[in-house]
């Protein structure tokens, strides 16, 4: 679909990680190949994800388990884009967070404080920490004048065995209750893309974004100019494509069919 991209000319690659890298905790054919063809040609590349849960050092190890080595600096989450975002709006402010390590650590690194009396932010991400609970003091701090910041605007991830509730259906309940709407700092948003490029520092037309959802991985690469390639080894099906008002440039089952490696 589309015409195709000349993957060797491209300086830089943005990839997303669920149904591209791995499923779970299996590596996706083709992978171990992508990399090193990355790695042999020279090419600047950026792992992004909207899971806002692991820091770099823990996605490092993931790979590691699963026998890929990708060092640290290669990690892009919707946590750091959080973070970055928040100290470039309001440096040395104090959030409430709902979220795991990934979030906290990247807001500490910020020099963002944790303040559950009167923080300036409310910062929503994925996590386990979720409960009625912390939904209330949420709802009310919000309601005290707090602002309201998604890591992500995924509704849902794949499990194991189905799908889970992810940040924007985690965050709708704050939402609904005071009648005010969350800022998503994630993919699709053009800040996280823009953030990873200068990270790359790579120009947008000679980088690509790889990813398996048309809603925010491909909208996100569109958006921000980048060429735009779907593979059909997450979420998204073929006959889903027609579904959406925009297209991506290629359409692929995996990242394995990738021209450049494949042709080495």
């Given amino acids: 679909m589309g015409t195709s991209i000349n993957f060797n000319e491209k300086k830089g690659f943005i990839c997303d990680m669920d149904g591209v890298i791995y499923h779970g905790n299996r590596i996706l054919p083709g992978v171990a190949e992508f990399i090193q063809w990355l790695h042999e040609e020279d090419k600047e590349y950026l792992f992004l994800t909207n899971n806002s849960g692991y820091t770099p050092r823990e996605l490092n190890q993931k ?24 100290r470039e709006q309001a440096p040395g402010c104090s959030v409430f967070a709902i979220g795991e ?30 409960s009625l609970d912390t939904l209330t003091k949420a ?16 509704v849902s991830g794949p499990i194991e065995n189905g799908i889970a509730p992810a940040c ?16 998503f700092v994630g993919k699709p948003n053009p800040l996280m893309m823009r953030t990873g490029l200068r990270i790359l520092g790579v120009h947008s037309e ?53 021209p450049g490696p494949a042709e080495q």
């Fill in 206 to 258: 000679d980088a690509v974004m790889i990813g398996d959802r048309m809603d925010t991985d491909m909208v996100a690469g569109i958006e921000t100019g980048l060429d735009t390639v779907l593979v059909l080894s997450g979420v998204t099906r073929r006959e889903d494509i027609a579904k959406f008002p925009y297209r991506p440039r290629l359409v692929l089952d995996g990242v394995g069919d990738i």
């Fill in 101 to 130: 390590a990934g979030l906290l650590n990247a807001l500490y690194d910020a020099g963002i404080t944790m303040n559950d009396v009167n923080p300036d932010y409310v910062v929503v991400g994925e996590g386990r920490s979720y």
């Fill in 168 to 183: 924007r259906a985690l965050i709708a309940p704050i939402e609904m209750a005071t009648g005010q709407s969350a800022y």
């Fill in 139 to 154: 709802t009310n701090l919000v309601m005290q004048g707090a602002k309201l910041i998604g890591a992500n605007s995924d």
């Fill in 63 to 86: 790979l590691a388990r699963m026998g890929l080595d990708v060092p640290e600096e290669h990690f892009y989450t919707s946590a750091l884009a959080t973070a970055a975002f928040l």
